[in-house]
């Protein structure tokens, strides 16, 4: 699995010298954000499941720097926020949406409908609950991903020592 990420991860050298990531560029040299360890993978997971649910544009510009700010694998963090993509993301959302509506216990709106014209029209109604189910989901995934990770890579090392 480790050589499979490695062959497919983008090289860092093109990354700092590439336009348009000037910005991040002095960040990039950083061992952490290339790595594929238990930590900087670990944190991978909780970095691009955090912001593949936050009900933003451009996912990854947001996952990017804090990669750099957690010293997370910065190619499967950018890559993580595609969970939510053009096609995952209505039922994504309107799960979020109807999460955040339990828990603040309004009532959702039965007349949904799947469209960006509706959504702009009833902004003002379900913004709150979206945005506590997108918080809530995007949390919990973060937490998740981590701690997930990182018992795979303790089970993997308990089994390996235990090898007869």
Same mark, same amino acid.
């Given at each position: 699995?480790?050589?499979?990420?490695?062959?497919?991860?983008?090289?860092?050298?093109?990354?700092?010298?590439?336009?348009?990531?000037?910005?991040?560029?002095?960040?990039?040299?950083?061992?952490?954000?290339?790595?594929?360890?238990?930590?900087?993978?670990?944190?991978?997971?909780?970095?691009?499941?955090?912001?593949?649910?936050?009900? =933003?544009?451009? &996912?990854?510009? !947001?996952?990017?720097?804090?990669? $750099?700010?957690?010293?997370?694998?910065?190619?499967?963090?950018? /890559?993580?926020?595609?969970?939510?993509?053009?096609?995952?993301?209505?039922?994504?959302?309107?799960?979020?949406?109807?999460?955040?509506?339990?828990?603040?216990?309004?009532?959702?709106?039965?007349?949904?409908?799947?469209?960006?014209?509706?959504?702009?029209?009833?902004?003002? =109604?379900?913004? &709150?609950?979206? !945005?506590?189910?997108?918080?809530? $989901?995007?949390?919990?995934?973060?937490?998740?991903?981590?701690? /997930?990770?990182?018992?795979?890579?303790?089970?993997?090392?308990?089994?390996?020592?235990?090898?007869?």
């Amino acid at each position: 699995m480790k050589k499979l990420l490695k062959r497919y991860s983008p090289n860092p050298e093109e990354l700092k010298n590439h336009k348009h990531l000037g910005w991040l560029s002095e960040h990039l040299h950083e061992r952490s954000l290339w790595n594929f360890n238990r930590r900087s993978i670990s944190k991978a997971f909780a970095v691009g499941l955090f912001c593949a649910f936050v009900p =933003v544009p451009f &996912q990854m510009i !947001l996952a990017a720097p804090a990669a $750099v700010i957690f010293s997370a694998n910065l190619p499967l963090s950018v /890559a993580l926020v595609w969970i939510t993509n053009p096609i995952t993301m209505p039922p994504i959302y309107y799960g979020c949406y109807k999460l955040g509506a339990w828990i603040l216990g309004v009532k959702i709106q039965q007349d949904f409908i799947m469209s960006l014209d509706y959504v702009w029209e009833t902004f003002g =109604v379900i913004w &709150q609950p979206f !945005l506590l189910g997108c918080l809530i $989901v995007s949390a919990v995934s973060a937490f998740t991903g981590y701690w /997930a990770v990182q018992s795979i890579y303790r089970f993997r090392a308990y089994k390996r020592m235990n090898r007869p």
